[in-house]
Every structure is written in structure tokens, then in C-alpha cells.
């Protein structure tokens, strides 16, 4: 393998405190048009953050919001049909300064896609460009965020394929999209990300199309890239095995908004939402045996599961769109309104209707600095 020089190899200098949130995403709502009906609402009141050093996993069923989310942070939402409702997403730089990111400009914003902020799409077979090379598509993101010289790009680029397990990576370079495999093309999308060195990464079901071995392979050098260059992860799954292994704080979402917040740990030993005491249930275990799997419907369906809550006597009920919504519901008129996102204990957090218990909740975005690794110190 060709190493890259020294200059561009080393992890670049983290300025940025790692005890505050590189990115927070406050009260967003995103929309798309619909045609002669009403506008679609993707993402409504979306609250959470990510951490230097953190994964934040993403988790809940296709259409919850998750992609929409983070596409919005690199402002990838073809406008129109869709449409930024309301709220901000704040971004840390280096030198601490935040930036909203939903009102940068498309110069401003080319400046942070691919640079400050990569993403692993989830669809590698649509994502490369047939007509050029893989090399050339790497080295073109390279040199456009980095001052390399051409040769020097190819060098980090060749470093960034064997880094994520391609095979002769210099002579892979010279191939072209519909030379690879679907699992090969997804591992050029994440050595694309991860050449610049990005102090956020957000991977959008980025194990999708690979084997459980090079998943394995992927997910420990994103663990191992995260520690070294203290670079946070937003990551996007359905595969909560996953989660539990890799993330520090789980973000669970349903019909556009948060149902559950909280540190890995928490979450999966003494889940809150019945949705996602759903989602657990209907997760085969090793060494016991069904007849049926339990479903996330017969959880939800329960009204037994929403009264578990903790203030469930005074009023406190979880939020769920097909339930019907408390009588007692608090008269404010600003969007979303009739939702919030309750803190119940340290940190951990709940989507509950806005009753009167819950009228004047405003609570902020989730700051929960949890890191896995801090604990195994």
C-alpha cells in the first residue's frame, strides 16, 4: 500500500471542546409539498445533539423522519417540494462559533459538505457517478477541501480504500462503478467520507449492503476514527443490534418526532415509550423460543403500556399520533404544540402530549454527554 505522506495523514488538531455538543438540532420541521393536498409533515419538532468522540444512533421504521433529519443538516432537501418549517440546526466549528446551518448559503454550506461534515448515503449503487472513475471521484473530493497537490490526494485516497478493505486499492482506483460489487461500491462511499476527515459523519444505514464481517470491519474503524480524530457520529439504522453494540445514546423516532432519548444503556434495559418496548419485544432472543414473535401493534395497542409512565397519575401520557389525545391537553397554538419532549429522569427523555402536568415545558435540546468508552475506563 502507497502511504500518504505524513502532512496529510495525521488526524487533523481538534480545537473544539469535547464536553460540548458539536451539533443540535432545536425544534426542526421539515415538509414536502403534496400536489393539490395538504403538505406532507417528514420531520416535526425534532429535538436532539451529538458529542466529539459520541455515536448518536438514530433508530425507528422507514418513513419516521430519520434520513429527512439528516439530510437537512448538510441541506441536501431539494427545495422545492420540501420546505424548512420552522426550528435550527447549530453547528460548532473550530474555533467554537455556532452556526445555524439551515441559513448558511450554498457557498457557505460547500465550504462543510464533505469537509466538516460527511455523509455515507444508503444508496451506494446511485450515489457514484458511472462515468468517472472511483479514484477520481475521491481525489475530486480531496483536493476540493484540502491543499494537496493531485498526487498527494491520490495517495490519501489510495489510504482511504484499503482502510476500509478494498483489495489492491491502487489498482482499484482506476476502475469504474459497474466494476464493483454493491458491497464494494458502498466501502468506496465510506473511504469518500472518511478521506477529508470530517469532524462529523453522518452514516445512513452505511453496513446496508456489506457482509456481517466487513460490517464488523466498517463499524470498528468508524469506533476507531471516532476516538483518534475525536469525531462524532449521527448513525441511521434499523438494526438495533447494531445500536447496542456501537452507540452511546439512542435517539428513537416515530411519524416525525422523538418518542425516546437516552444513553444506550438506559434505553435498552428500561425502555419508557411503549413503541419502543415494542421494538424490543419483537426482537428474537437467543436461548428462548416462540411460537410468534410479539408485534410493535399488539404493544402499542395496549392502553395498559401507556399508563407506565412515570406521572402517568397526574397526567403525563406518551405521545402516539394513532392514540386519541388527551382531553386535557394545554391551549397553546404555536406548531406542534400538542407534543414535547419530556425529561423523566436524568438523562433520559420521553415524547409526551403536551397536557396541563406539561404546559409550561420548554425544555431545551438533549445535551447528554454519554460516551460508552468513558465508562469502560
Known amino acids: 500500500m502507497t502511504q500518504a505522506p505524513a502532512q496529510t495523514s495525521e488526524p487533523k488538531a481538534s480545537k473544539v471542546n469535547i464536553h460540548e455538543p458539536i451539533m443540535e438540532v432545536n425544534n426542526l420541521a421539515v415538509s414536502f409539498d403534496n400536489g393539490s393536498g395538504p403538505r406532507i409533515q417528514a420531520v416535526d419538532g425534532v429535538q436532539m445533539s451529538v458529542y466529539p468522540r459520541q455515536t448518536l444512533a438514530v433508530v425507528g421504521e422507514s418513513g419516521c423522519g430519520k434520513s429527512v433529519t439528516s439530510m437537512s443538516s448538510m441541506q441536501l432537501i431539494p427545495r422545492p417540494p420540501g420546505r424548512f418549517d420552522r426550528g435550527r440546526i447549530d453547528y460548532r466549528l473550530e474555533n467554537g462559533k455556532l452556526v445555524n446551518l439551515l441559513e448558511l448559503s450554498e457557498k457557505e454550506m460547500r465550504s462543510i459538505r464533505g469537509n466538516e461534515i460527511a455523509m455515507i448515503f444508503q444508496e451506494p449503487m446511485t450515489s457514484l457517478n458511472p462515468v468517472y472513475t472511483v479514484g477520481d471521484q475521491i481525489i475530486e473530493a480531496i483536493t476540493l477541501h484540502q491543499p494537496v497537490s493531485t498526487k498527494q490526494a491520490w495517495d490519501i485516497a489510495v489510504e482511504a480504500m484499503d482502510a476500509v478493505g478494498i483489495p489492491d486499492p491502487n489498482g482499484r482506483m482506476k476502475a469504474y462503478p459497474h466494476q464493483f460489487s454493491g458491497g464494494m461500491r458502498q466501502r468506496v462511499m465510506i473511504a469518500m467520507a472518511l478521506a477529508c476527515q470530517p469532524r462529523l459523519l453522518l452514516a ?54 422523538v418518542v425516546e432519548y437516552a444513553n444506550v444503556y438506559d434505553l435498552f434495559d428500561n425502555p419508557r415509550h411503549p413503541y419502543t418496548r415494542g421494538l424490543l419485544a419483537s426482537i428474537p432472543k437467543i436461548g428462548s423460543r416462540h411460537d410468534r414473535l410479539v408485534t410493535i401493534d399488539e404493544v402499542v395497542k395496549n392502553p395498559e403500556e401507556f399508563k407506565k409512565l412515570p406521572g402517568a397519575d397526574k397526567g403525563i401520557t406518551p405521545w402516539w399520533p394513532w392514540n386519541d389525545a388527551p382531553k386535557d391537553l394545554a391551549a397553546r397554538n404555536e406548531p406542534a404544540g400538542d407534543y414535547c419532549l419530556h425529561k423523566i429522569a436524568d438523562d433520559h427523555w420521553v415524547g409526551c402530549w403536551r397536557t396541563e402536568a406539561l404546559k409550561d415545558d420548554n425544555s431545551p435540546p438533549p445535551e447528554l454527554e454519554f460516551r460508552c468508552a468513558d465508562q469502560k475506563q
Do not use: W
Open 204 to 257: 445512513d444505514e452505511p453496513t446496508t449492503a456489506l457482509d456481517v464481517t466487513i460490517q464488523a470491519q466498517i463499524l470498528e474503524l468508524i469506533q476507531e476514527l471516532k476516538q483518534t480524530r475525536d469525531m462524532a457520529v449521527i448513525l441511521i439504522t434499523h438494526d438495533l443490534g447494531v445500536v447496542a453494540e456501537n452507540s452511546d445514546v439512542v435517539c428513537v423516532m416515530y411519524a416525525g418526532r
